[in-house]
DNA sequence: CGAGAATACATTGTACACAATTAAACATTA
DNA sequence: TAATGTTTAATTGTGTACAATGTATTCTCG
C-alpha cells in the first residue's frame, strides 16, 4: 500500500533538483545571456528582438497579433514597443477602420538591423552543442508543453 | 554549393516559430503562470518559492549558496531576501566567521509552509500531462542545455 | 606584516512581466 | 437604437532580472 509523499524535507518533490520548472526557468535566463552579446551589438534587448523577428516577418501587426504571438499582454508591448517608437524602429498608430487596435510598423531603422541580426540564429544553434536530431525532439518536447499550458 | 541563408525575410532561421529560445522563454513564463493559483494561496512569488524550496532542504545557506544553486546574483536576491525577511519567513545576518557572507536561516513562520506547499510539485506534474519517459528524456535534454550554457 | 587582489554583498538604474484597473471603441440584442 | 457587454490598449503598482558600480572584508604573497 502506496502513501502519498509527507510534508516532512524528506519529501524529494520538493527537492529543487526534482522540479520540471527549475530547468526551464533557468535555461530559459541563460539561453538569454548567451544571446546578450550579440544583442548588445544592436543595442537590442531579448524581448525587442522577439518583437523585430516578427516585424521582420511581417512587417506590420496589431499590438494584439503581437501579443498573441508573444503571449505577453499590453502591460508589457505598450512600454517595450514606446522604447522601441522612440529609437525609430517603428510606428505606433491607431487603426483607422478600429480605433481599438494599434498597428505596429517596421520602419526602415528596423529593417536595416535584419540584416545584422540574421547570423545570430546560427551562432546560438552551434552554441548549445545539441544535433539535430536532438534539437527536434526538444522542440516537440516543448512544443507538447506549450499547448498543454495555454 | 551551399550557400549560408541571406538576410532577407526569407531567411527562416529568423523566423519566430523557427528559434528553439522563444519556446524555452515561453514555457518558463506558462509554467510560472501555471503556479501562480498554489502560490498565490501561500503569498509567495516563483522566485520566492524557489528560495523556500533550498531553505525546507538545507534550513541555512549563504546569499552566495542560494545564487550558485539558482543562478541569480545579489542584485536580486537581497530585495528579493529582504521582503521575505519581513514576513518573518526567513532571518539574514553577517556570518561572524566571515563578515563578508549573509547567511539565510529559515524561520518558524517559513518552515510551517512547507506543509501547505508539499502538493505542488504533484499538481504540476500532473498539470502537463507526460509520461514518467517522456518527463525523464526532457530532463535530460535541460540537463545538457544548462552544462552547455553555463 | 602590509599593499593589492579577490570575494561577498548591497546599491543603482533600466527593462521586463504581470495582475488589476481604467477608458475608449466596437458589437450585440432586446 | 439605446442599453449592455465585449474587445483592445493604456495605466498603475509590485516584483523580479541583471549590468554596473560601490564597499567592507578577507586573502595572498612578496
Redesign the interface.
Given at each position: 500500500m502506496m502513501h502519498?509523499?509527507?510534508?516532512?524535507?524528506k519529501?524529494s518533490?520538493?527537492?529543487?533538483e526534482?522540479?520540471?520548472?527549475?530547468?526551464?526557468?533557468?535555461?530559459?535566463?541563460?539561453?538569454?545571456?548567451?544571446?546578450q552579446p550579440m544583442l548588445q551589438a544592436l543595442d537590442l534587448t531579448?524581448p525587442q528582438y522577439?518583437v523585430f523577428?516578427?516585424l521582420?516577418?511581417h512587417q506590420q501587426l496589431t499590438v494584439k497579433e503581437l501579443g498573441e504571438?508573444?503571449?505577453l499582454d499590453s502591460g508589457t508591448l505598450t512600454p517595450l514597443l514606446k522604447r522601441m517608437e522612440q529609437r525609430q524602429w517603428l510606428n505606433r498608430r491607431r487603426d483607422p477602420r478600429d480605433e481599438r487596435s494599434v498597428i505596429i510598423e517596421l520602419l526602415p531603422a528596423g529593417r536595416s538591423l535584419?540584416?545584422q541580426?540574421?547570423a545570430i540564429?546560427?551562432h546560438?544553434?552551434e552554441?548549445?552543442?545539441?544535433s539535430d536530431e536532438?534539437?527536434a525532439?526538444?522542440?516537440l518536447?516543448?512544443?507538447?508543453?506549450?499547448t498543454?499550458?495555454?
Open positions: 502519498p509523499p509527507t510534508s516532512s524535507a519529501n518533490l520538493l527537492k529543487l526534482n522540479q520540471l520548472c527549475f530547468p526551464f526557468y533557468a535555461v530559459s535566463r541563460l539561453l538569454t545571456k548567451a544571446y531579448y522577439l523577428l516578427l521582420w516577418e504571438k508573444l503571449l535584419e540584416a541580426a540574421c540564429p546560427q546560438m544553434l552554441r548549445v552543442h545539441m536532438a534539437i525532439a526538444l522542440r518536447h516543448l512544443t507538447h508543453l506549450l498543454q499550458l495555454t
